[in-house]
């Protein structure tokens, strides 16, 4: 036994034991384990990185697909013998374009570090083929550094998406910018000092001979300086009369510095743009640094594994600015607590498989296209069924009950307004007061937005660059908008809307926003008003829901009233619900002080009518009958909260106007079922009017549409109007 120069302690067998191990084996001679090749060393790079090599993503893909088919409901198109398929996007030789490139390319062999694949897709949603362009970082090529040819391939592919108007998928990991330096000059610049012979004095400048000068050609910019015999050009038998001053390097490379920069800059345009205008996911995986971290917040929606860092500047750099060992990992600056809880990421993945598979499960709630009718799934939970998970008056419950159901005390379970199993919440771990997701209402997908009732936790973490920083832990009350869960509303109804294009449900129980002072200077005013700017461009069917024993008030009706978009926007409530400026009591205080409930008295209290009725007899004193008012007052209080509460009830909200209809708890799945399905006919058939007459507006499509309909056709019935629509459609 002996010890290599590693350490590792290796076994050397005798002659004879050789021999007779040769004997063992028939003959044979051992033989050197073969090298990896160039796929597996790139592979186990990734792997080391805790990352996927960037041609897997598609074996990736294909496996979600066929987990999603294991869970398609009962009543799907038969599953087709291919579920993926996939041809590459390369750049086109001027640069201008992608072009689809039916041969793929052997892995290990790509010259850039960015791929693109236009992916097509066979998913219980659409049987017959779904395409999406998937671009990936490849993260073994110069480290997944963005120089100006990634930057082409990225925004090309990205461009090309959105010329199809299809869905773009970015997997991420990568160092950021691309940076460098010359390795030409490098290899030929000379030094010259202050004082050649102490050269602790200092460094004059950097030159180059004339021969290299002329080698080099446009990579430098140089200036002449002429050399004075004993000025220190010791050069041995060689003599210069002239250096050639460096005065900057440009250098034949490319990616050195600023070039990567306004390639990133064209990147993070592009995304912007596509956000506005397709469906855009990143998945972050290994690491994201820089542009790659802006690119994957300017499309909205993240993954995040949970080893995969979201960051701007490394943590040994920030170290070495703050002269201090502060920060230990990139995870303490842009981990999934980091970036979850302040809505960058909205979901965490243990694992890139899992993360595929959450990809491939949220494009099921997309239309293929810009435009596309909604991806529908077969009926597996009745319609006309009972909603049974219902709210208890004064107690607290979780709202996720409502859309999913739960069990009675007795373990039956009581189904909610959704689809059995169909809800995926997102950006659960931020501005928790808000509860917002996707799910599916008679196999249509919706977006749906919900009001958190209880008291939650929110947690500010400290910053170890700040000594005196300590984690905080701050309560936040149920049925308010913060500044977070404001803006996280806004964000979820502007995501719904552009790229996914799908309906909206809101379940509002709000009693205001919060107008503390601290509120205030977090900006709840701007942020609350981003979720008006988001509604009036919506373009797609809203509806606003008042829950049972559920209530709005105030300015958190304001922002969601059917006036802030009356072409979309529907309002309903039910039976038990209320509405109005401010709640019963905070009016009483107001509107219904002691002289009302003086008079109130004197209305119904007989002994105080016969007191006032002989008090001017001397018989009852007036002493007697403030006795009697005050005794009355602890009972006559609630009548005045009653009778100011009386004028909130759904029935004035709808006879003023502001409702559509009152609809029962127990009946909403079926009545907003109608609804939703009617009103996303309705624009698709407006949408084609519009393309058939240029400069047609919605509101003169919509009734050209209804006065197609037979004379004497209730509006008010949504499922005649949708059945006589679509036998028109």
């Not at 996911?281 to 994957?296: D, M």
Request: one cysteine or more.
């Amino acid at each position: 036994e002996m010890t290599s120069v590693t350490g590792v302690q290796t076994c050397a067998l005798p002659i004879s034991s050789a021999d007779a191990l040769e004997t063992q084996l028939g003959g044979k001679q051992l033989e050197p384990y073969p090298l990896l090749s160039l796929l597996d060393q790139k592979r186990l790079r990734c792997h080391k990185l805790l990352t996927t090599y960037a041609y897997d993503w598609l074996y990736m893909f294909e496996l979600a697909v066929q987990q999603e088919w294991e869970k398609a409901p009962a009543g799907c198109a038969p599953r087709p013998p291919k579920l993926l398929s996939s041809v590459e996007l390369r750049l086109a030789p001027d640069g201008s374009r992608v072009e689809e490139f039916e041969a793929a390319s052997k892995p290990a062999s790509n010259k850039v570090g960015m791929l693109a694949w236009k992916v097509t897709m066979c998913t219980p949603e659409y049987p017959g083929g779904r395409d999406i362009v998937l671009i990936s970082n490849d993260i073994t090529f110069a480290n997944g550094t963005f120089g100006p040819p990634e930057d082409a391939v990225f925004q090309r592919a990205s461009e090309y998406a959105r010329a199809l108007g299809i869905p773009r998928i970015y997997m991420a990991a990568n160092s950021g910018a691309r940076l460098g330096v010359s390795d030409a000059v490098k290899k030929s610049f000379r030094v010259q000092f202050v004082d050649a012979s102490d050269p602790a004095k200092g460094v004059q400048y950097l030159w180059l001979s004339a021969k290299d000068k002329e080698a080099l050609g446009s990579a430098v910019v140089t200036e002449a300086v002429a050399v004075q015999p004993g000025d220190g050009d010791e050069d041995g038998p060689e003599r210069h009369s002239v250096h050639h001053k460096i005065v900057a390097i440009i250098g034949h490379e490319e990616g050195l510095g600023v070039e990567s920069l306004q390639g990133a800059s064209l990147i993070a345009a592009e995304t912007s743009i596509a956000n506005r205008e397709i469906f855009t996911l990143g998945y972050s995986t290994a690491r994201n640094i820089g542009i790659g971290s802006y690119v994957l917040r300017l499309g909205h929606r993240v993954v995040q594994q949970r080893q995969a860092p979201i960051i701007l500047t490394g943590f040994q750099a920030l170290n070495k600015l703050l002269g201090n060992d502060v920060y230990e990992s990139n995870l303490q600056l842009g981990g999934p607590e980091v970036m979850s809880g302040n809505g960058v990421a909205h979901l965490l993945a243990d694992s890139d498989q899992q993360a595929v598979c959450q990809i491939v499960h949220w494009l099921g709630f997309v239309p293929k296209a810009v435009g596309a009718p909604l991806p529908l799934l077969p009926l597996s939970d009745p319609i006309e069924r009972p909603v049974l998970a219902r709210p208890t008056p004064g107690t607290p419950y979780d709202p996720r009950q409502l859309l999913c159901g739960a069990a009675a005390p007795g373990g039956e379970w009581l189904p909610g307004l959704l689809d059995h199993g169909s809800f995926v919440e997102t950006l659960s771990d931020w501005a928790k007061t808000v509860v917002v997701g996707r799910g599916r209402l008679g196999g249509m997908p919706i977006g749906v937005v919900v009001t958190e009732n209880r008291t939650v936790e929110k947690t500010v973490l400290a910053d170890p660059a700040n000594l005196e920083s300590k984690p905080v832990k701050q309560m936040q009350a149920g049925q308010v908008w913060f500044p977070d869960s404001a803006y996280k509303t806004a964000q979820a109804i502007q995501d719904l809307n552009k790229g996914e294009g799908l309906p909206l449900l809101i379940l509002a129980n709000w009693r205001g926003f919060s107008g503390g002072r601290k509120d205030m200077y977090e900006e709840v005013l701007k942020f609350g008003s981003f979720i008006v700017d988001q509604l009036t461009q919506f373009r797609q069917p809203v509806i606003v829901y008042i829950p049972p024993h559920c209530e709005i008030r105030g300015g958190a009706w304001v922002v969601i009233d059917s006036k802030i978009n009356p072409a979309y926007m529907d309002m309903f409530a039910a039976e038990d619900s209320r509405g109005g400026v401010l709640e019963p009591a905070g009016i009483a205080e107001i509107k219904f002080r002691k002289p009302d409930l003086v008079k109130t008295m004197m209305r119904n209290d007989q002994q105080l009518q016969w007191m006032s009725k002989h008090e001017g007899t001397g018989v009852v004193r007036q002493e007697d009958l403030s006795h009697r008012e005050q005794e009355l007052l602890p009972s006559y209080q609630p009548v005045g909260e009653l009778f100011c509460d009386l004028h909130d009830r759904p029935e004035r909200m709808l006879a003023k106007g502001v409702l559509r209809s009152i609809v029962p708890w127990a009946e909403c799945r079926q009545v907003f079922y109608r609804r939703f399905t009617r009103r996303v006919l309705e624009e698709d058939m407006v949408r084609q009017a519009q393309l058939a007459v240029p400069g047609l507006t919605h509101d003169d499509a919509l009734s050209q549409l209804h006065a197609s309909l037979p004379k004497g056709t209730s509006l008010e019935d949504d499922a005649l109007v949708y059945n006589l629509l679509s036998q028109e459609d």
